[in-house]
Nanobody
Framework: QEQLVESGGGLVQPGGSLRLSCRAA?????VFWQQRLAWYRQAPGKQ?????????????DYAESVNGRFTVSRDASRKTMYLQMNNLRAEDTGVYYC?????????WGKGTQVTVAS
C-alpha cells in the first residue's frame, strides 16, 4: 500500500483549471506535520522538476514558471496536500508527483497525468 496517493489529473483546455490532491492516508497526523511536502512534474523527454513546496512551518515556494497561477496548500485533518492550478498552459502537461520528506522518510507517489490541450 502506497504512502502517498495522487489524484485529480486529467485533460483540460488551455486556460482551464485543475486541482490535484495528494493523500498520505497511512501517515499519522503528527508525522504529517513534520513533512516537507512538494509537487514535482515530469514532461515527456524532460527531467523531473519541482513545482511547489510547503514545509513543516508553512513556508511555500514555487517554480518561477507557475508562480501566480498555482497554489499549494495542505489540510492536516485530511492528511492531504493540494495543488490548485489555474490558467493552465500546454507546457504544464506532464505527470505530477507528490513527495514527502522528513528526517525519517522520503516518499513519492506514483503520479497523476495532467494534459493541457485544445
Amino acid at each position: 500500500q502506497e504512502q502517498l496517493v495522487e489524484s485529480g489529473g486529467g485533460l483540460v483546455q488551455p486556460g482551464g483549471s485543475l486541482r490535484l490532491s495528494c493523500r498520505a492516508a497511512r501517515m499519522i497526523t503528527s508525522v504529517f506535520w513534520q513533512q516537507r511536502l512538494a509537487w514535482y512534474r515530469q514532461a515527456p523527454g524532460k527531467q523531473r522538476e519541482m513545482v511547489a513546496t510547503i514545509d513543516s512551518r508553512g513556508n511555500i515556494d514555487y517554480a518561477e514558471s507557475v508562480n501566480g497561477r498555482f497554489t499549494v496548500s495542505r489540510d492536516a485533518s485530511r492528511k492531504t496536500m493540494y495543488l490548485q492550478m489555474n490558467n493552465l498552459r500546454a507546457e504544464d502537461t506532464g505527470v505530477y508527483y507528490c513527495n514527502a520528506v522528513s528526517s525519517h522518510n522520503d516518499y513519492w507517489g506514483k503520479g497523476t497525468q495532467v494534459t493541457v490541450a485544445s
